[in-house]
């Protein structure tokens, strides 16, 4: 009985350090992220929920390190966001509208910026492990300051390969992205996030 107790505890600890080494990795998987991925494309299903509504889309992203980005919506609607590290452009083709406003360089309004800039979360978030979910490792992100415009952020990693983003913003609304075919190496250059606003739409200042 002894023996088998024994046993029981050993095989307890034994899992419990398993699941610990699992979720130690997930803040490594950011870090490393960060020092070698100067650029990334891929594709993502962005839902978001609020009180009233839960609307899902998808589309395909292009990240330029330091701080230039393409967020295009493809479906069921289609808008492109562009980041040129000093305006953000957001295009509503439907609308046939264009809203400019100025880039904040500390850390991205958007899923997209906050990507873009390697430091952002180290130095406006604290961050620390949160478990694992489906495979994927989470890193959780608490703003170091009240007034910031999320109430958290989580970045999933599958070993070092960005897999997924969980945030709720100020509104409480809560937005979850589900990355896909990744491309860490892309063979991108600043003159692709450059943004012209097509003739006959509308430019509104934000």
Do not use: C
């Not at 390190?65 to 980041?83: A, H």
């Not at 406003?101 to 906050?114: K, R, T």
């Not at 952002?120 to 170091?144: F, M, Q, R």
């Not at 415009?149 to 390969?161: E, L």
């Amino acid at each position: 009985m002894k023996q088998q107790t024994l046993l029981k505890w050993i095989a307890t600890v034994g899992m419990g350090a398993a699941i610990g080494l699992a979720q130690a990795g997930a803040v490594d998987a950011l870090k490393k992220f960060n020092s070698d991925s100067d650029g990334i494309a891929g594709n993502f299903s962005q839902t978001v929920k609020s009180r009233k509504k839960t609307q899902t889309t998808h589309g395909t992203f292009q990240i330029l390190r330091p701080g230039l980005f393409k967020w295009e919506y493809t479906k069921p609607y289609k808008q492109t966001i562009v980041g040129d590290g000093k305006t953000i452009w957001l295009y509503d083709t439907d609308l046939a509208q264009v809203t400019k406003s100025l880039q904040n360089q500390a850390i991205g309004d958007s899923p997209a910026g906050i990507l873009a800039d390697k430091n952002a979360l180290g130095s406006s978030y604290t961050l620390e492990e949160d478990g694992s979910a489906n495979g994927i490792d989470y890193v959780l992100a608490t703003p170091k300051k009240n007034n910031a415009g999320y109430q958290y952020i989580r970045i999933g990693f599958k070993g070092d390969t960005l897999a997924a983003m969980q945030l709720k913003d100020s509104f409480g609304n809560q937005t979850t992205i589900n990355f896909s075919g990744l491309n860490t190496k892309p063979n991108l250059s600043r003159n692709e996030f450059k943004f012209t606003p097509p003739k006959g739409v509308d430019v509104l200042d934000n």
